[in-house]
C-alpha cells in the first residue's frame, strides 16, 4: 500500500528548476518508496551496499557512466567523493533538469558535501513521518480524540501504517538498534553504544523542555562536550529538532535556551515506555501532544516555498508560549492543550505578550492566538482566541 505524500508536487515542480534534488530525512521515513513511485522509469542505485558505496567514492568517473542521468542516488553521503564529479556532469549539461535524484539519511554530513560541490545546483528538500492529513485520507480515518492518542503512541513511519498489524513495539526497537549501530557509528566514532542508548532515553524525559546540557551529562554519567557532540549526532539523522526560542535585543527577559523535540511521538513512547493504554495516564502527555503539534507544523509548512519560520517563547517571569509561527512582521501564537474544551484562562501568556509587543511598539504585529486541542468543533473564546483541532492547523496557516 503506497500513501501518498503533500511533499510531492513540490518535488515534481522543483525537478523541473533545478539539475539535481537532494531528499533528506531519517531512516524510514519513505524517501526512497517517494522518489522511486514519482518517477518509477529512473534508474536505481543504492550506496546501502558496500560495494556500490566503493565503486561511488574511488571510482565515480565508471560509476556515473554505469548509473547516468537521470538517476535516483539513495543514502548517497556513504560517498562523500562523488559529490564533485556529480558537479562536473551537472556542469556539462547544465541545462537539463531533474538529472539526479539523491537521498541520505544523514543531514548535516550531507549538507556539508552539497555546500562544498552543488551550491545553485541543487534543491533540498527535507520528508519527515507521516503527516495526520496524509494518514487520515489515506485510509479513511475519522479524526477523534481517540484517534490522537493512538496516533501519538504508535508514531507516523510509514511502515507502520501501510501494515496496521505490525507490532510498533517491536518496529521501534529494531529501528533504535539498527540506528545505532549504523548511522551513529557512521557519524561519529562513539565508543559506548550502551551508554549512547541510555542517553537517548533520558533525552526522552526532557522532550518539550529547554536542553540543559550538563543535566544530561550528569544523568548520563560522560562529559557536556559528548553530550553536544551525541545531540548532534540525533540532529544530524533526524530524530530531533531544536526548538529555538524568539528573541529580540529590545528585551533582555527573554531566555535564550532552545527547547528540545523529538520528531517522532511514537518512538518518543518507546523511548519512555509509554503504550497506547498508559498514554491518557502518563505525565508526559502534555510534551508529547506538544511534540507531534510541531512536528505537525514542520510538515504542513515544508511544502511550501518560503516555510514560515517557528520558534517558542519563554521570559524570566516564567510566562512560555508553545509556539510562535512569524510571517511577514507579524507574530502568530499557539498553545498546545490536552483538553476537549480549553478556556479563556489557557490563552492568558498570549494575550499578556500580544498586548506588551503593542504597548512596546516593537517592529512586529501581533496576529492570531490559537489553541489547538482535541476538540471536536471549533469555537472561539472571548479574547478572540481561536481552539481548533491539529485537524485544522492547515487552513488556519493559509488564513494567516
Request: charged residues 25%; neutral net charge; glycine residues 4%.
Amino acid at each position: 500500500m503506497y500513501i501518498p505524500r503533500t511533499l510531492s508536487d513540490r518535488i515534481q515542480k522543483l525537478a523541473t528548476f533545478y539539475p539535481a534534488i537532494i531528499l533528506t530525512g531519517a531512516r524510514q521515513t519513505g524517501k526512497t518508496t517517494l522518489i522511486k513511485k514519482l518517477f518509477p522509469t529512473f534508474k536505481y542505485v543504492s550506496l546501502d551496499l558496500p560495494s556500490r558505496a566503493e565503486q561511488a567514492e574511488h571510482n565515480p568517473e565508471d560509476f556515473l557512466l554505469t548509473y547516468p542521468p537521470p538517476v535516483i542516488i539513495d543514502e548517497v553521503q556513504y560517498a562523500p567523493g562523488l559529490f564533485r564529479h556529480l558537479k562536473r556532469a551537472i556542469d556539462e549539461n547544465r541545462d537539463r533538469k531533474g538529472q539526479f535524484f539523491l537521498t541520505g539519511s544523514q543531514k548535516f554530513p550531507l549538507m556539508k558535501h552539497v555546500s562544498d560541490s552543488l551550491a545553485g545546483r541543487c534543491a533540498v528538500l527535507e520528508l519527515e513521518t507521516l503527516s495526520l492529513k496524509e494518514i487520515s485520507e489515506a485510509l479513511d480515518i475519522v479524526i477523534s480524540k481517540q484517534f490522537f492518542v493512538s496516533l501519538m503512541a504508535r508514531g507516523q513511519f510509514p511502515e507502520l501504517w501501510k501494515q496496521p498489524d505490525f507490532p510498533s513495539e517491536e518496529f521501534y526497537a529494531s529501528y533504535v538498534s539498527t540506528y545505532l549501530e549504523r548511522d551513529v557509528r557512521q557519524i561519529m566514532n562513539v565508543t559506548s553504544l550502551r551508554d549512547f542508548e541510555r542517553f537517548i532515553r533520558i533525552l526522552s524525559t526532557r522532550n518539550g523542555s529547554m536542553l540543559n546540557k550538563s543535566d544530561v551529562a550528569r544523568d548520563t554519567g560522560v562529559s557536556v562536550k559528548a553530550i553536544g557532540d551525541w545531540i548532534s549526532i540525533l540532529q544530524a539523522s533526524g530524530q530531533i529538532v531544536l526548538l529555538e526560542p524568539w528573541f529580540t535585543n529590545i528585551s533582555k527577559r527573554l531566555v535564550k535556551t532552545p527547547k528540545l523535540h523529538f520528531c517522532d511521538t511514537g518512538l518518543l513512547c518507546f523511548l519512555l515506555g509509554i503504550h497506547e493504554s498508559s498514554l491518557l495516564y502518563s505525565p508526559f502527555l502534555g510534551q508529547i501532544w506538544e511534540s507531534f503539534i510541531f512536528s505537525e507544523l514542520r510538515k504542513l509548512t515544508a511544502i511550501k516555498g518560503k516555510p514560515d519560520k517557528i520558534w517558542y517563547y519563554r521570559d524570566q517571569l516564567s510566562r512560555e508560549i508553545d509556539l510562535i509561527v512569524e510571517r511577514e512582521g507579524t507574530l502568530h501564537f499557539m498553545e498546545c492543550k490536552w483538553a476537549e474544551t480549553p478556556r479563556e484562562e489557557d490563552a492568558r501568556v498570549m494575550d499578556s505578550i500580544c498586548h506588551e509587543i503593542e504597548k512596546n511598539r516593537l517592529p512586529w504585529k501581533p496576529g492570531k492566538k490559537i489553541i489547538l486541542a482535541p476538540t471536536q468543533a471549533d469555537y472561539t473564546l472571548s479574547d478572540g482566541t481561536i481552539v481548533c483541532s491539529p485537524s485544522r492547523l492547515g487552513h488556519l496557516l493559509e488564513e494567516l
